[in-house]
Nanobody
C-alpha cells in the first residue's frame, strides 16, 4: 500500500527556515516524480516544487524560486523540501504527492494536481512573528 508521510512543519518567524520531509512506504520514491504542494486557508492547493525521477531535474513555482530547494535521499526513501527566507504568506499546509505510475513531467505540467494520485496527510507551516 502506497503511503506518504510529511513531517517537519512548525511555527517559525519571518526569515526563518524549515526542512520538510516526505517519507514513502509501499513504493520506491526514486521511480516517480514527487511533487510538493501547499494549501492556505480559503485558497486552492498550489504546486510548489517537483523533483523528476528520471534525471533529478527540479521545478519550482516562481514565488519560491531561490528560497526553496527540493532533494531526494534514495537510501532513506525520502524527499525533502528545504525552505529558507520564509514569509508570512508561506503559511499553509504542505503536502507531498506521487503518481500511481511513472509519467513524464516538464515545466508546463509538473504542478498539475491531476497528475498525482497519492497524497500525504500534510504538515502545517506557520510563519509568524
Amino acid at each position: 500500500q502506497v503511503k506518504l508521510v510529511e513531517s517537519g512543519g512548525g511555527v517559525v518567524q519571518p526569515g526563518g527556515s524549515l526542512r520538510l520531509s516526505c517519507a514513502a512506504s509501499g513504493f520506491i520514491l526514486d521511480y516517480y516524480n514527487i511533487g510538493w504542494f501547499r494549501q492556505a486557508p480559503g485558497k486552492e492547493r498550489e504546486g510548489i516544487s517537483c523533483i523528476s525521477n528520471s534525471d533529478g531535474r527540479t521545478y519550482y513555482a516562481d514565488f519560491v524560486k531561490g528560497r526553496f530547494t527540493v532533494s531526494r535521499d534514495s537510501a532513506e526513501n525520502t524527499v525533502y523540501l528545504e525552505m529558507n527566507s520564509l514569509k508570512p504568506e508561506d503559511t499553509a499546509i504542505y503536502y507531498c504527492a506521487a503518481p500511481d505510475h511513472w509519467i513524464p513531467v516538464d515545466g508546463s505540467s509538473w504542478y498539475l494536481k491531476s497528475l498525482y494520485d497519492n497524497w500525504g496527510q500534510g504538515t502545517q507551516v506557520t510563519v509568524s512573528s
